[in-house]
């Protein structure tokens, strides 16, 4: 290993990084549309009147809550061992995430005040047209900078993805390391990126909670 930085490598190293760091968008972006339906799915479905929806409901959250994404992950590979492991790492961080957003999407829908749901019930709408019509337009609303904030965090935990051999940027910069004994400067590059690709969606984060009033 060399014991000076080399910026030559920098340069070498940055296309591969960027490469890898498509796959890191591509997982972050389907990951956290999983994550958003599925976690409003859930926030809807712990609200049904049946215990036999919510209690399996409850057990499925708390196991994939008590679980390390890590373990998830390795497990979901071994199980989906003929799937894509791009496809398989993309659903495990999309449901692990859901069980945090449905948590988001239930204090949004319990913000809503109780007055409209009184006015619909007053009027005789539908169950399926208040949740639609009333409801969840204001909880959405209500919760977009917090699931924004997840997205942020499931963007910098898509190098678990590295484990099923999901080559996204901290694949190629471990992988560019082993080959060229330049790990120092490969991960250093792969820490840029990531603050440069995270630090302005922060900040967005932040002002739409401004504008939003949060």
Same mark, same amino acid.
């Given at each position: ?6 910026? =030559? ?19 972050? $972006? ?6 958003? $339906? ?16 919510? #209690? ?26 003929? #799937?894509?492991?791009?496809? $398989? ?44 019509? #009333? ?12 699931? =924004? ?63 939003? =009033?949060?």
């Amino acid at each position: 290993m060399n014991q000076g930085f080399d910026w =030559g490598a920098v340069g070498e190293a940055l296309p591969l990084l960027l490469d890898g760091f498509k796959i890191t968008l591509l997982a972050t $972006v389907l990951g956290t549309l999983v994550a958003a $339906v599925l976690g409003l799915v859930i926030a809807v479905a712990g609200r049904a009147p049946s215990r036999l929806v919510t #209690v399996p409901v409850r057990v499925v959250m708390e196991f994939i809550r008590s679980t390390p994404l890590l373990v998830q992950l390795v497990g979901a590979a071994a199980v989906f061992s003929t #799937v894509e492991p791009l496809y $398989v790492g993309i659903v495990v961080l999309g449901i692990h995430y859901a069980t945090y957003t449905s948590e988001v999407y239930r204090a949004g829908i319990d913000g809503v005040p109780k007055g409209q749901w009184e006015a619909c019930r007053a009027l005789s709408m539908s169950s399926r047209r208040t949740w639609q019509a #009333v409801i969840l337009p204001q909880a959405v609303r209500n919760v977009l900078p917090a699931l =924004g904030n997840y997205a942020i965090s499931m963007f910098k935990e898509t190098p678990f993805l590295a484990v099923i051999t999901v080559q996204e940027m901290v694949f190629q910069a471990r992988d560019y390391g082993t080959k060229h004994f330049e790990y120092t400067e490969a991960f250093t590059l792969a820490g840029l990126i990531f603050l440069v690709a995270s630090y302005p969606t922060s900040l967005l984060m932040r002002k739409l909670e401004k504008r939003l =009033g949060h």
